[in-house]
């Protein structure tokens, strides 16, 4: 069994800055799959940030520029540094991982930019 959780949100004024924090734990070989999505109110579920082993790290058009991915293998654990926040990033933020054919979602952070 996998968990994911998140942690770092909280309420910060427009310009401001976040880190957000995704820790997996469990029976867990390796991640080949991280990702940062968001729910606003009355909106679905968007892709933020997400990265393959291997591969690239992708960003959200809205968010580049502003938000950085990183990650730590041997801690299983992934980030997203968040700058220059606007209201538009007022939503619950979910860390996402996808292992041995089954999605893991974490419970979400809520994440309360005030203008």
């Known amino acids: 069994q996998v968990q994911v959780a998140e942690s770092g949100g909280g309420l910060v004024q427009a310009g401001g800055s976040l880190r957000l924090s995704c820790v997996a734990s469990?029976?867990?070989?390796?991640?080949?799959?991280m990702g940062w999505y968001r729910q606003a109110p009355g909106k679905q579920r968007e892709l933020v940030a997400s990265?393959?082993?291997?591969?690239?790290?992708n960003y959200a058009d809205s968010v580049k520029g502003r938000f950085t991915f990183s990650w730590d293998n041997a801690k299983n654990t992934w980030y997203l540094q968040m700058n220059n926040l606007k209201p538009e990033d007022t939503a619950v933020y979910y860390c996402?991982?996808?292992?041995?054919?089954?999605?893991?979602w974490g419970k979400g952070t809520l994440v309360t930019v005030s203008s």
């Open positions: 469990g029976s867990i070989f390796s991640i080949n799959y």
């Open positions: 996402n991982t996808f292992l041995g054919g089954m999605d893991y």
């Open positions: 990265r393959r082993s291997g591969g690239t790290t």
